[in-house]
């Protein structure tokens, strides 16, 4: 082991010393990012569900696509690019 290590060169221990560095801020984002994601008010927002479904139940809201909705017709689909 000790063989090894005297041939790493000064250059090579720099690289090996940037590769950890890169690893140590990539776990400390993804850490901030996790801490973040668990304080209340970051992040996606949470769906109350009793609260939709009462409001479906009294006719606030419906249980069904918008009137105004249709299926993509081949013409749309061509004209926007999209695939059939």
Same mark, same amino acid.
């Given at each position: 082991m000790t063989g090894w290590i005297r041939h790493l060169h000064h250059? $090579?221990?720099r690289f090996l010393g940037l590769i950890g560095l890169t690893?140590? &801020? &990539?776990?400390g984002?993804?850490?901030?990012g996790l801490r973040l994601a668990g304080e209340e008010g970051t992040g996606w927002r949470a769906i109350d569900l009793d609260t939709l479904q009462r409001r479906i139940e009294t006719g606030?809201?419906?249980d069904r696509e918008a009137s105004w909705y249709h299926a993509s017709t081949? $013409? $749309?689909v061509q004209t926007s690019g999209g695939r059939k």
């Open positions: 250059r $090579e221990l690893g140590a &801020i &990539i776990a984002y993804l850490g901030a606030e809201l419906r081949p $013409e $749309e």
